[in-house]
């Protein structure tokens, strides 16, 4: 059986390593702040502030780019925006910037190098416990008392204690349960069981910072234990929690061998030893002790806590324990649980909720579905007998949660846990309210449904990450309500008490972008994907739905099925708030676009019916800019407004106030406007030529002529005139973005094609903000090409000289020549 399950987790691996090279083999991304954070073992901690999407999984091998020199070294983690990482060689104490590369190939490759050697009896494996933890074969369940005494956590409630007897007593037991049951509180009692009992342990999780949560309560259970401190608990890898810190010399490996040498060396025997020999060869002996207490220590530890990454390294790891943990078990491969569990002599702990996030996978075909992607509680049939309502040997459920206030958790439970509901324990129902501002809202969900301004969306240039503006202003907006009220931490203090939780990047960025902006907390905590909001909770936490007019909507939008990677997004989205839950969202969008049944219109129809309502209109003026309402000016009054002002404009507000920005414009207008007619072209000429007679920059993107519906001699004529006035003119095929920037500070966005004259009634936006205009640049453009030529032109054809057309596809960005169709490699960007 092990062979058969083998091959075809071998042939996942496969597809998933082909998709890996298929998209370029790495990740790579330019990081900027960097700071010295001190000496780790034999390498050099760094701290970088992250300003792109990239996946860098912990402990990864990587390599940095200084200045042309390349240097290896380890990722460490990524959290709150903050990418840290190892340097095998000092860089300096500041960094403005670095290439950052990391090969996505290596954990499926090692991971398959891995599994051969077990098909050829090369490497020592528990087939047996392996196929156990997987579903092929029953637990073995024998009787185990356990009677807990106070201790420095809180003790167990009977779920728990029930569960800790389960894992003692049986040789694979699956521990689940939603967010804030208390599953770290009972991983770290299970281990501590163990260790009093002799056996060893191998405790893995995902990430660092999540092997460091579940061991700040091991050693709080440990710490008065006799040899903690002298190599029977090892922490391997850095420590990433600040809690943590003041274990560290008596945990990390590095910090244990070094003080375990100097031990030795202090004995008369060996310092008279040492002193016999020449200098040379002594230091040859010292590093020989050191290897060999190194391999000690290793081999001889009780507990040892890592990244599954680097339990899966044959260079770093290669050795069985009695005992096998794995933490936060969802996210993990299939494979790579598989292989883990065959780490262990005599049982194997899986310990995870299985409506959160699932494993990150570049394939999508059936073979890697079924043995790379699905995660260990489906594929073990741990969930197909909780919804078949049969009992599961080796399944123990935590049902009281101790985190959410009571309507956040039955939102939560009622949609994504059917089978294993959750109860809010009295003690959160009895727990002080953060200090939140009551004139926002009393009640624990709160809404804005931004309907009534008819707000427009977009993506991020070669990516699928969508944006929306408006959303972005409301989101932060709040966030600046309360920072007034002392929400947010102070400057360069993290941030534990608001957050935001969006599906995209583009959109995470944008609002740290704004937010960032105008307050006295210049953090990148601000904001987060779901993926990086995991393990990130907080008091009050906004999630932006920001899927609105201008796109489809997307799979987690859509998504209606609980087993389905949209619908436990969603569930982590949610989970992330303590004591408030705000949700902004266009209302009229999801119920007219995305199907009744769907995840978010049940949410919209739970925070309508036990929520409170904010208000649109009375959020977007709390910003510290002015606010202008252009909507309600009566049509042909003169309408007044500050530079440093943001509004929103109908089409009769609309033209009068974005002709006063062309005329107060000093350096650059920019305007992208898919369709244009002479007509509407005509409005704006006279201003457009006089301020390019002033040397501003005018720069037009719009269709190519054969996507305008007007195409032939018109549109000839019209391009002919703009070209003759001064005006760079790029086209891009397919597109659909609609805005406008002036001088790099005014930008003006939404429905309304600024060139192409139609009588209809439309909402535009109004921003006054450099980081806003800087944020739709980014989304808008290549970075890498506007560093070297700033602007949005097109650049002529590598052939003949041609005009070219951009045109974007999932490989990238391309130009390809109007005349000789000649094309230029794609630009790659991730999104």
Known sequence: MSSTIIKNMIKGLDAELAAVHKQGGSS??????????????????????????VYLRDDAPIEITVEGERVGGRMVSERDGI??????????????????????????????????????????????????????????????????????????NDEQKRAIELALGTD??????????????????????????GHSVLLVSDTNFAVDTVLEKVFKLLRNEQDFGLGAVVRYGPIVKKELAKFASNVLLDNIVERLCIKRQKSKRKARYLKQLRPETAVLVLAKDLENVREEVMHLCRVMATTAHMACDKDQLDRMFDVVVI????????????FLSGLARHKVLIAGDFQQLPPIVRANNPVCE?????????????????????????LAILHSQYRMREPISRLVSDLFYEHTPTVTDSRVRGRRRSNFPTELGTKELLYVDTSSVAPWASQRQGTRSTYNFLHALVVRNIICRLEKKGLMAKKRRRNTKIGTVTPYWAQAALISSLASEKLDYHGTDIAATVYRSQHNEKDCVVVDLCDSIGVKPS??????????????????????????????????????????????????ATFEKDGEALKVEDILPLGPEDWLDGLSTETGRELKMSPEASGLFNESTFYQAFNQDLMDARNGIVIFSPYFSE?????????????????????????PPYQQPAAGEETGEVLKGLEESGFTVAFRSDMHEKFAMVDGRILWLGPLDILSHKDTDQIMLRISSKAACRMMTEMQSLPERMKKVPSFANPKCGKCGGLTVWKSSAYGVHFQCFDCGHKEEPKYRRG
């Not at 356990?146 to 167990?156: F, I």
């Not at 009972?186 to 009992?197: D, P």
């Not at 936060?328 to 491969?333: C, E, G, R």
């Open 28 to 53: 790579q991304v330019e990081l900027r702040g960097g700071k010295s954070k001190g000496k780790v073992g034999d390498g050099f901690l760094y701290a970088f502030t992250l300003t792109d999407q």
């Open 172 to 197: 694979v037991c699956y521990l689940c349960g939603a967010q804030g049951t208390g599953k770290t509180t009972t991983v770290a009692r299970v281990i501590h069981q163990l260790y009093r009992k």
């Open 83 to 156: 990418v840290t990482l190892i340097s095998e060689k000092g860089l300096g104490s500041r960094l403005p910037s670095v290439h950052l590369k990391a090969d996505n190939s290596i954990l499926p490759q090692q991971l398959r190098d891995r599994l051969s050697e077990i098909i050829t009896g090369d490497s020592y494996f528990n087939s047996v416990l392996a196929d156990k933890v997987i579903g092929h074969d029953r637990p073995r369940v024998s009787e185990f008392s356990y009677s807990p005494s106070p201790d420095a956590l809180r003790m167990p």
């Open 679 to 703: 007509r509407g072209i005509f409005r704006w000429t006279d201003t457009l030529r006089v301020k390019r007679e002033t040397d501003v920059k005018v720069e037009i993107v719009t269709l």
């Open 555 to 604: 799979r987690i939008m859509s998504a209606h099925e609980v087993d389905a990677d949209g619908g436990r997004l969603l569930n982590v989205a949610l989970s992330r708030a303590r004591d408030v839950l705000i949700l902004v969202a266009n209302f009229d969008y999801v119920k007219t676009e995305i199907r009744e049944n769907s995840f978010v219109r049940r949410i919209i």
């Open 370 to 394: 079924e043995w790379f992607k699905k995660d260990v509680f489906r594929k073990s049939g741990v969930v197909a007998s909780l919804k078949a309502g049969e009992y599961h040997e080796g």
């Open 327 to 338: 933490d936060d078990a969802s996210t993990l491969p299939l494979p790579l649980i598989y």
